[in-house]
């Protein structure tokens, strides 16, 4: 399984401010793409699956560049509840249908 | 909203013991997963199943783990002789096969003494 790379932060961003992340896959014939959130010891919650045109959730936006091999999500007007470790997951495609998972990035929301 | 639900959530056992560690996948749901996640580092893939047969798995899913579907809505991994380094939390996910999204249960957090 080829990786997803993430960098791991900690992102410390003021309550209102505007967080972007970026990760990146090593599989170019990957085929499905999401963000998954998870807080401290559970489980991971799906925020947004990723489409190749892009694709908005309230303040959330992610964004596919398959020439690059990376997605982002967007944070705007962040709240200290988006305080969460961040999580891209990939499908290899191929056949292959679980998840390859980044490490995660960590975003803490400061008051 | 429907969800997966996991038990026990946690589970304490020495090592060279098995464990059965149990899911209920969300109801209508066809494709079922596994996965770990060691403290401190990411969410890895196990196992997926489909069809009351495994469809993909892992390197780390060797011949100590199997998982089995007993009836309608069970899913159940089993780890037959536990090692220190089983010690886990384990998540078991469920997809209904047309939006390719994947729902986490709660996990169950595996201690190995």
């Known amino acids: 399984r080829k990786e997803v790379e993430q960098d791991p932060g900690p992102f410390n961003v003021p309550e209102g401010a505007t967080v972007a992340f970026n990760c990146t896959y090593s599989?170019?014939?990957?085929?499905?793409f999401f963000w998954y959130r998870q807080d401290c010891r559970k489980e991971p919650k799906l925020l947004m699956s990723?489409?190749?045109s892009g694709n908005e959730d309230g303040r959330f936006t992610a964004q596919l560049n398959r020439a690059s091999q990376y997605i982002s999500l967007l944070i705007r007007d962040s709240k200290l509840s988006d305080s969460a470790t961040y999580l891209c997951?990939?499908?290899?495609?191929?056949?292959?249908?679980?998840?390859?998972f980044g490490k995660g990035t960590h975003l803490i929301i400061q008051p | 909203e429907p969800e997966v639900t996991q038990t026990p959530s946690h589970q304490v056992t020495q090592m060279g013991q098995e464990v059965i560690l149990r899911c209920v996948p969300i109801?209508?749901?066809?494709?079922f997963y596994w996965y770990r996640q060691i403290l401190g580092q990411k969410v890895e893939f196990l196992v997926s199943?489909?069809?009351?047969?495994?469809?993909?798995k892992s390197e780390i899913f060797d011949d100590q783990f199997s998982v089995e579907r007993p009836d309608g809505s069970n899913f159940t991994l089993k780890i037959r002789s536990t090692k220190l380094e089983d010690s886990a939390m384990y998540f078991c996910?469920?997809?209904?096969?047309?939006?390719?999204?994947?729902?986490f249960g709660p996990g169950t957090r595996l201690t190995v003494l």
């Open positions: 997951a990939v499908i290899p495609g191929g056949g292959a249908d679980g998840l390859t």
């Open positions: 109801s209508n749901h066809l494709y």
């Open positions: 199943f489909y069809n009351n047969e495994i469809s993909e």
């Open positions: 996910a469920s997809e209904d096969g047309v939006k390719d999204t994947q729902y």
């Open positions: 990723v489409y190749s």
């Open positions: 599989n170019s014939a990957s085929q499905s």
